[in-house]
């Protein structure tokens, strides 16, 4: 099992970018996948991004060419570049981790993305 910390959450006006950064503990964190998921009030958890480890990616529909996951094994951190947010963006983003032939498994805290007009 990862430990999972996000840092880089806060608080933009829309139009302006954060970057997300998630700091894991463990071993083989290079043969995780890892994602970022994000749960709004009033609605269910969402993935946002995903990242294969060997660097494939996917996002969902509604942050495509505005969100970049990425990876850096050799500081094993994952990171969510995100452009052009939006009042919708705003949620609690969490992330994840699986291993090999597993599902998502391991979580961070969340942290707090607020996107105003």
């Known amino acids: 099992q990862v430990q999972l910390v996000e840092s880089g959450g806060g608080s933009v006006q829309a139009g302006g970018s954060l970057r997300l950064s998630c700091a894991a503990s463990g071993r083989s964190f290079s043969t995780y996948a890892m994602g970022w998921f994000r749960q709004a009030a009033g609605k269910q958890r969402e993935l946002v991004a995903g990242i294969t480890r060997g660097g494939n990616t996917n996002y969902a529909d509604s942050v495509k060419g505005r969100f970049t996951i990425s990876r850096d094994n050799g500081e094993n951190t994952v990171f969510l570049q995100m452009n052009s947010l939006k009042p919708e963006d705003t949620a609690v983003y969490y992330c994840?981790?699986?291993?090999?032939?597993?599902?998502?498994?391991?979580w961070g805290q969340g942290t707090q993305v607020t996107v105003s007009s």
């Open positions: 994840a981790a699986g291993g090999p032939g597993r599902s998502f498994d391991s």
